[in-house]
């Protein structure tokens, strides 16, 4: 199993670990959203992801998507944004915990959370790389962003494709807290969701779709707006070249 579950009380800690870079295809989504619907249930009351050592997650599977025809990645890519979405409008607290690279859909699942905790380190990187690598960010994806990342830091970070450190990210308010070691990620992860157990539930629900919504909706329409339609094929055999 390359995504495991563990009960702390009333909160679910959603373990990525593949061993390798967490790369996200449709059986990862999969899992994920059998790991949600354990969330899901009346005896939990709070989230927390929390990536392994060297990887959050290093975004979409580059060495399984780019081999499939035209209608099976349109078909990966459309599990992979309903898991974002899913992830971005889950009715209880999500908080996420990063002890290494968080790239690209490893980043926007990482800004799909609440509240975000980071190691402090100059060996892993953070960013959206898509643009650079000729796929935009578009529709529900672009929400995340946009919830996620301080408007005055938007243009650099979505649409320049600039990468950072979890520092940077922290100076840039993407990043709640930094620590020092992985054995800090986890207690202020578990910390965090200590205080959120606290939040009424139905409440917490309502204000979050209230407040995430509109941005859904309006990336919606930007997307129509956009009519970007890929050429030559699946865009992600040219990303793997790269």
Same mark, same amino acid.
């Given at each position: 199993?390359?995504?495991?579950?563990?009960?702390?009380?009333?909160?679910?800690v959603i373990r990525l670990?593949?061993?390798?870079?967490?790369a996200i295809g449709p059986d990862w989504c999969a899992e994920l959203g059998t790991a949600l619907d354990e969330a899901e249930s009346d005896e939990i009351s709070v989230v927390c992801l929390l990536g392994r050592d060297g990887f959050f997650s290093g975004g /979409?599977? %580059?060495? +399984?998507?780019?081999?499939?025809?035209?209608a099976?990645?349109?078909?990966?890519?459309?599990?992979?944004?309903?898991?974002?979405?899913?992830v971005f409008l889950f009715p209880k607290p999500v908080v996420a915990g990063s002890v290494g690279h968080a790239i690209a859909g490893g980043?926007? /699942?990482? %800004?799909? +959370?609440?509240?975000?905790?980071a190691l402090d380190s100059d060996e892993h990187q953070y960013g959206l790389n898509e643009v650079r690598n000729g796929i935009p960010i578009l529709g529900a994806t672009a929400a995340i962003c946009r919830c996620a990342?301080?408007?005055?830091?938007?243009?650099?970070?979505?649409?320049f494709s600039e990468m950072g450190k979890a520092r940077s990210c922290h100076e840039r308010k993407i990043v709640a807290e930094l620590c020092s070691t992985r054995e800090e990620v986890e207690a202020a992860l578990f910390a965090k969701a200590e205080t959120l157990l606290a939040?009424?539930?139905?409440?917490?629900?309502?204000?979050?779709i209230g407040l995430r919504s509109p941005y859904l909706?309006?990336?919606?329409?930007?997307?129509?707006?956009?009519?970007?339609?890929?050429?030559?094929?699946?865009?992600?055999a040219r990303v793997a070249k790269n």
């Open positions: 199993m390359r995504i495991q579950t563990e009960k702390r009380g009333a909160v679910l670990d593949d061993g390798k870079a967490n /979409l599977d %580059l060495k +399984a998507l780019p081999q499939l025809g035209p099976e990645v349109g078909q990966a890519f459309k599990d992979f944004v309903s898991t974002m979405q899913r980043f926007m /699942l990482f %800004l799909a +959370a609440d509240y975000r905790i990342v301080p408007a005055e830091y938007q243009t650099s970070v979505i649409q939040v009424e539930r139905e409440a917490y629900r309502a204000t979050k909706v309006s990336s919606d329409l930007a997307r129509s707006e956009a009519r970007w339609v890929p050429s030559g094929g699946n865009p992600l």
